[in-house]
């Protein structure tokens, strides 16, 4: 694809882009501005957090489709864009460049010339938008006003992310027949719905059969969505393990900078804190971190600052030593200052997404059982911020005054504490 060619699509999607935003409901989280895929994890955490905590039961339909870009039918683009307001001058344009292209493979030898008559093109800055388009026609041909979970109101039936879909029902039968409806509509596209890949999870321990043209798809306790794990059941211990994982993946990748002696401090720094820490914390705006989660992210970071630095813990260097050297970015610390700011700015937005609805809800119809809850999104800001930290963080000056206090309130390192400054 040229260069003049990928400036000539910018300048379209320049055009295009506000009115097909404005098209696009809430569900929808990709390629837009002001979205992120950290927006649908916390809905997905709350939902789970918050139906366990008052004894309702959620069935969630994780839907993939194969190879969605390459399938799509092109008359349903263009039918697509035309119901949602775009101007005929640029469905034409964009019908020339999809017309009469071609393709060959190459492999021994060249292939003759095939016709490309579906899908969009990869890398073209325009797909990304036309498939979100598509999306959004199949969707307003469903008919789910009634289906899905009521949050104050509201009906939340399926979360979006270009062609990441979950579906949300507080019913096996509503979920198969939800299931069944997307899976007819798609295929008007030219979607193919990948049953083999569709995942139902729940914190229901009946699980009913639930098919979908004829095949019936697969129970799971856990899910990867976006690269956050999300569980039934100790979700949060699980994540932190991958999380540290995947971190000593990537440091062991970077070895030969990150061990080399000869290499400076101030680039280990550079590249610890670029590329190590932000696999470590991804996702941290969402967690609800137990002391014990902490723990675990900070003694994974001690190790790896001895590791860079070639001490041991036999040594018995003192962390404050090691850390004073290194002055890496701590990734507790990080996490706290990243969740303080993220929840202010998500309060305060003053469009109502999902992310700031499903905050602020919470299931009136629920039965909490007696005793101790497990640890929840909301208590490290309540225990700082007081019981009406909603109002607080709306706030800008008043919410941003307090950070500093929960910071240093909920740090905990142990592992500097006088006692333990040789572990």
């Not at 069935?59 to 390459?70: I, M, P, R, S």
């Not at 008007?188 to 729940?202: E, Q, R, S």
Request: with cysteine; aromatic share 12%.
């Amino acid at each position: 694809m040229s260069n003049i060619y990928k400036v000539f699509s910018r300048i379209i999607l320049s055009r295009i882009t506000r009115v097909l935003d404005e098209n696009q409901p809430k569900e929808q989280a990709g390629f837009r501005s002001g979205y992120s895929t950290i927006d649908h994890i916390h809905v997905l955490r709350q939902i789970v957090q918050k139906y366990s905590e008052y004894n309702k039961f959620y069935y969630l339909g994780f839907v993939d489709f194969n190879k969605a870009f390459d399938t799509l039918e092109h008359e349903y683009i263009w039918d697509a864009l035309h119901s949602q307001g775009i101007q005929g001058k640029y469905i034409r344009i964009l019908r020339n460049i999809y017309s009469k292209t071609t393709a060959r493979v190459k492999l021994d030898r060249t292939s003759e010339e095939f016709p490309i008559e579906r899908g969009v093109r990869q890398g073209y800055p325009i797909s990304p938008k036309l498939f979100s388009t598509v999306l959004e026609k199949i969707f307003r041909n469903l008919e789910w006003n009634d289906y899905g979970l009521n949050v104050n109101g509201e009906n939340l039936n399926h979360l979006r992310f270009a062609d990441d879909l979950v579906l949300f029902s507080e019913f096996p039968r509503t979920l198969q027949q939800m299931l069944q409806q997307l899976s007819d509509q798609r295929a008007k596209a030219g979607l193919t719905m990948n049953t083999n890949k569709t995942k139902i999870m729940t914190n229901s321990s009946k699980s009913h059969n639930i098919v979908v043209n004829m095949q019936q798809i697969e129970y799971v306790d856990e899910y990867i969505y976006f690269g956050q794990l999300i569980a039934t059941n100790k979700s949060m211990h699980k994540e932190i393990d991958r999380r540290i994982a995947n971190t000593w993946k990537r440091y062991w990748s970077l070895s030969e900078i990150m061990k080399d002696r000869d290499m400076s401090i101030k680039v280990k720094r550079k590249v610890y804190n670029i590329c190590i820490l932000p696999c470590l914390t991804y996702g941290c705006q969402t967690w609800a971190l137990t002391e014990n989660l902490a723990n675990k992210i900070n003694i994974c970071q001690n190790s790896m600052e001895r590791s860079v630095i070639g001490v041991k813990r036999r040594d018995k260097v003192r962390l404050r030593e090691i850390k004073t050297r290194t002055q890496f970015k701590q990734a507790h610390s990080v996490y706290l200052t990243q969740k303080w700011r993220w929840t202010g700015h998500m309060l305060r937005e003053s469009e109502d997404k999902w992310t700031k609805i499903i905050t602020e809800w919470y299931p009136r119809d629920g039965n909490r059982s007696r005793g101790r809850q497990r640890k929840r999104w909301e208590d490290d800001l309540k225990k700082v911020a007081g019981p009406d930290w909603i109002r607080v963080a709306k706030e800008r000056e008043k919410w941003k005054s307090l950070e500093e206090a929960y910071v240093e309130r909920q740090a905990v390192y142990k592992t500097c504490k006088p006692n333990a400054d040789n572990i």
